[in-house]
């Protein structure tokens, strides 16, 4: 089975990093009203909350990425997609690939600069309704959808 | 493709009077709950009504439809134009809806449902009813496999009917908490305005009784608490009862040659088509009382998602299995299970940890503000004793062809997930099943629930490591028959049921 570019960790990092920063500027915002009525005492709260957003900050940002990419794997077979992921729920998805809908390519700002790309394979399942396949470089990932799209039967519905 | 304005179609002038009716009824209930009088209490209900109006007659004026063989295009809203266009091969159902105020002035509803939506993608409110069939005969007229020519509705004689002693029958096995709260909430409503004064009614109904067992102690108004519940018990199943009647009356089921056709309804009449290749799965639901009597209902899991059936389209509100099981077969070809396969017993012990672990947590929090919460701890033998019940009720089969996923400890269900219906499967497992050496099996179905579906919970890993290989096989096998079904049109296990 296949693992996913390396490079998908930094995208991953930026995301928790860009989202625990912006919760810690509000916490740091309401640690500050918290901290005017006494000036040159910091409040217990204000410490266990910054405290908090910090280590879940940390953690998301600089410990899951690396943690989650170990356990990302897919493989295309013949007839149908696997993929193999998730660190507290494990999940294994086996999608036929006669049974996709149509397929995207998405790609964020942080993904186009490390030039990854995602595939998005959409069936007609509803918890299945659309797989992503994350971490792929974008030349990669179009030559997978272009390989999928055979698959497609016409008419869908 | 441009159309000739002029060619296009307005609803109903009168639909107008039903939209206006039906947003009165809420407009006189605004205006009671505001509690004003005299003069304030006519500008207010005028307000409303004008308002109303200003909504309601652009949305007339600026709805147009255009209806061309195998295809509808809608043109609405006001100051959001939006033009929609419809074609026969998405459409999975033309459904007809009347009401008390439709069928008083001959119009009906036409809803055009779709696979993947949660709505009707296209609704006419209101059309003349030769209209609607003008409508749904043009929109088939361009499908072959759904066009082929049905017995017309007068010389069929329906497959499946419900009576109205049967449907009252059906109507008492149907007891919901939702049905509960509402009866709950009648009767301290009619309480609060004084129409009745509970206490009072209560106390003189069982005043003696209590006394008997209380001997007139404190504890006398307490006491007043079961008798209160039963009160709201009694209303809840009574509304369970009314709502089913009102829903289900006059059921008819008819198995045509290439699709179910259903009409049911007291005040709101509907008249639903559903192809048989539309049909992804089938459910049977019973509680313990309808178990007792063999008895079950039968629902259908179809692409268009009705939100007003809770994605399951009723295909048989009650029957016993013996007469049940011939309708059902003929649906989809499938030999219901003698047994079905336990999961794992460890299913009890996780199942059993998880409510400790959440009752736990819940008791602390209360525990801070309220001390007697540490009493709730009593709670956790009946939430082991829940824990072995789910293990109990859950089984599974699979023959080959049909996936059997039994669930649920009072509305249990049973799933038949016929191979050629399967979009994906999923072998999932948390931290804790992981250490416990169990996962769960899911198999995605078009058209399913996000809440109810078919999964296999707390089955060992070496069971869904021979499971997942055999159900992917099965379709694999399904498929070859059958190289162009992708699942939702999939027709080889679905023939024609009249050959």
Known sequence: MHKLHPSVKSVWMIRAALFWGICLLIAMAWGIFQIIPWPGQVPTRVLL???????????????YPIVRYRFWRYELRAEDLRLIRGIWWRVDTIVPLRRIQHLDISQDVFERNLDLGSLVVHTAGTRSSSVTLPGLLHEEAARLRDELKQFIIEPAV | MVEADTNFRRVHPLSLVIIMSSTAVYGVVLVLSIDVDGLLFLIAAGLLGVSGLLQILPRYIFFKYLVSEGEIVI??????????????????NVAFERNIGARLLNLTAVK???????????????????????IRTLLRSAKPAEGAPDA???????????PLPQLLVSGMYTFSLIYFAAGWAIVSQLDQIGLIPLEEVLTNLVADQIQEFSGNTPGFSTLLVLPIILAGLLLG??????????????????????KIHRRFGLFTLRETTIPYPRVQSLVLKSNPVMRLHNRFRLALQTLAFDTSERGMQMAIPLARLPRLLPVAQRIDDFTLPDTYRSVSPISIRRMGLRYT????????????????AIWGLTLLPTLWVLAWMQYRCHGWAFNGSHLYVRRGIFWQRIWIVPATKFQAIQKSAT??????????????????????????????????DELVPALYEAF?????????????????????PAT
């Open chain 1, 49 to 63: 909350v910054l405290g908090t957003v910090i280590t879940l900050g940390v953690l998301s940002a600089g410990v």
């Open chain 2, 75 to 92: 043109h609405s809203g006001v100051l959001k134009r939006v033009r929609r266009n419809i074609t026969s091969e998405r459409i999975q």
């Open chain 2, 112 to 134: 055009i449902e779709t696979a993947g939506s949660i709505k009707a993608e296209g609704v006419l409110q209101y059309v003349p009813v030769s209209e609607a069939e003008r």
């Open chain 2, 152 to 162: 017309s509705p007068e010389a069929v004689t329906p497959d499946y009917s419900l």
């Open chain 2, 237 to 258: 199943w009574i509304t369970g009862i009314c709502i089913h009647v009102a829903r289900y009356y006059g059921f008819q089921l008819e198995l045509r040659p290439t």
């Open chain 2, 357 to 372: 672990l959440a009752l736990g947590a819940l008791v602390t929090l209360v525990q801070l503000l309220w001390s007697p």
């Open chain 2, 431 to 464: 931290f804790l099943q992981r250490r416990m050496g169990i996962c769960q099996v899911t198999v995605d179905t078009a058209g399913a629930s996000f809440l109810l579906y078919p999964r296999i919970v707390d089955v060992s890993v070496a069971t869904a």
């Open chain 2, 476 to 496: 694999r096998r399904a498929m070859a028959l059958n190289p162009r079904a992708d699942g939702i049109d999939a027709v080889d296990d679905l023939a024609d």
